[in-house]
């Protein structure tokens, strides 16, 4: 077959940063010819991978497909290993789609237009990489590349405090991914012969100290991805500096990383270290719900309040994964790709509200609704998929998590009804926060706004005359500089939006891409936690988990 003799995922991985490299030798002075160009290579890498998962991926199949593996750095043992299965695939996809319109997205960046494009372009790649990485030394390297250029990207276009935003990003990413590496060369050195392959470390047996020491590593690292309370401070202040294409990316994909680095390493090599941590990453996802909940509502920054939404959201991805369900294991993975959908929605629409306000805090907008009706609806509708309004996705991956934990054989009848009554408060918080911020955004905010009209004069503003508010100013409605979003942007949105109904209406046509997978991943952990039940669970998992068969 074709997909035997070319390597696909090699080149999706290497098209970007590779058609990065030739940017400087675009005549180009404006950026208008190189924003096209990396538009085109992000659309056209985009295109490649629907079109091999297409003709080439079988969802069938629980296994990894679509392998290539090269010698690199035979001395060290690492090798060029990548595949795609259920895990992995849904991710890549989403990765290609949200950063293809972050660059869109990108249209007006007019100041080092050329290094601003060959970044994302290489973040493109570098992405990617991580989740089609079947070496685990390879998948550090992705790691690690991938938070170059974020750094660059917050630390150049960001807000006034960028640089000290993108170096708490740098340090706290860099610093955890460091577990990533011992973990991976733990076990690559354990248990026989010496392979970092992540399929044949999965077929080794650990000791049990060592296995829940690893995990506990891993669990670090990818923690801080994931943003899990406490580790999740770095991404407020990312957020609200970044510029919004860049916080696409950071909400729509990176997070992501951490949630799929639990399933593929902490599950797929530990499975017995999983049941001593489980009941903890439950209590880390209700936190993480209730929590970033409540500190979502006391923002008055615009994108800091999205920014703690999403560290709620990420709650439910633990829950899933702790299930022990098959069908809580699929609502984490579902989750991942609703959120990513709809987070990079609202820090889009949050750019193209600061386009206009040139503001983020809250007490500084209002009475914009009716002038900018596009952007009002557009808001309306990812706020209404973010709070998992039925019909959308968010709402049946946040159900197939619940209903997943609820129903899970392994534990304690009193530790799932605590979990999902703490957890349901999330659900009755979302909504608050984000009406309550549509209501500051688009609505009066009971203020009594001032109004700049020119040199030193300040009008009161009157009933009669409603204000438009940019930031400290305010002018007239008749005299305002402001426009409704434009045919670009109400595209990019559309393009969130239909996935986000469409996914919310006809579930499958997702789920069925990795549900053999991860059944697969479950009935692993599942075995694992019978051959523990035999024998009791320890202490501390008595008083979670009880020793039933399925």
Not at 338 to 360: E, K
Not at 399 to 406: M, R
């Amino acid at each position: 077959m074709m997909a035997e003799q070319f390597p696909w995922l090699t080149a999706i991985v290497a098209l970007p940063p590779i058609a990065g490299l030739l940017i400087p030798l675009i005549p180009d002075k404006g950026g208008k010819i190189v924003r096209w160009y990396a538009l085109g290579v992000g659309l056209l890498d985009f295109v490649l991978m629907c079109y091999v998962f297409w003709r080439y991926y079988e969802p069938t199949n629980s296994g990894l497909q679509l392998q290539e593996s090269y010698g690199w750095i035979e001395g060290i043992g690492l090798s060029w290993a990548v595949g795609v299965d259920g895990i992995s695939m849904p991710l890549v996809l989403l990765a290609g789609f949200v950063t293809t319109l972050a660059i869109l997205a990108a249209w007006q960046v007019d100041r080092k237009p050329r290094l601003f494009y060959f970044l994302m372009l290489v973040l493109y790649g570098a992405q990617i990489g991580v989740f089609v990485a079947q070496d685990i030394l390879l998948l550090f390297v992705m790691w690690e590349l991938e938070l170059v250029p974020v750094y660059l990207l917050v630390s150049i276009w960001g807000g006034q405090k960028r640089r000290y935003a993108a170096t708490k990003f740098i340090l706290y990413t860099a610093a955890a991914s460091i577990f990533i590496l011992i973990a991976g060369l733990t076990v690559a050195l354990s248990g026989g012969e010496v392979t970092f392959n992540i399929t044949e470390l999965g077929l080794k047996e650990y000791p049990l100290g060592l296995e829940i020491l690893l995990y506990g590593g891993l669990l670090i690292a990818f923690g801080v991805k994931l943003a899990v309370f406490p580790l999740h401070t770095w991404l407020p202040d990312a957020h609200g500096e970044a510029s919004s294409p860049v916080s696409m990316i950071l909400a729509g994909v990176l997070l992501k990383m951490g949630g799929y680095g639990l399933i593929r390493l902490n599950l797929g090599l530990f499975p017995e270290a999983h049941i001593y941590f489980a009941p903890l990453l439950v209590v880390l996802g209700v936190v993480n719900i209730v929590y970033g909940g409540f500190a979502s509502f006391a923002q008055t920054n615009m994108k800091r309040r999205l920014a703690y939404s999403s560290v709620s959201h990420m709650g439910f991805v633990l829950i899933g994964i702790a299930s022990f369900s098959d069908l809580g294991i699929s609502g984490a993975m579902l989750q991942m790709l609703s959120h990513g959908l709809i987070a990079a929605l609202l820090f889009f629409l949050a750019g193209v509200t600061y386009d206009r306000t040139h503001t983020m805090y809250l007490d500084e907008m209002g009475n914009i609704g009716k002038v900018m009706p596009k952007v009002f609806a557009l808001f309306t509708a990812g706020a209404m998929a973010s709070l998992a309004l039925p019909g959308m996705s968010g709402f049946v991956s946040e159900l197939s998590v619940f209903v997943g934990f609820s129903n899970s054989y392994v534990y304690d009848s009193h530790f799932r009804t605590v979990a999902v009554i703490l957890s349901a408060v999330g659900l009755i918080i979302t909504p608050i926060y984000l009406l309550s911020m549509l209501r500051q955004l688009f609505y009066g905010n009971n203020q009594v706004p001032m109004c700049h009209l020119g040199g030193n004069i300040q009008v009161p503003h009157q009933d009669n005359e409603p204000a438009v508010c940019f930031g400290n100013s305010c002018v007239l409605p008749e005299q305002a500089v402001y426009e409704d979003a434009r045919p670009r942007e109400i595209f990019i949105a559309l393009c969130f939006l239909v996935l986000v109904v469409g996914i919310g209406l006809y579930p499958k046509a997702v789920t069925s891409l990795y549900d053999a997978t991860t059944v697969a991943v479950n009935e692993r952990v599942s075995e694992s936690v019978l051959r523990v039940a035999e024998n009791g669970f320890p202490s501390y998992n008595s008083s979670f988990l009880v020793a039933k068969s399925q």
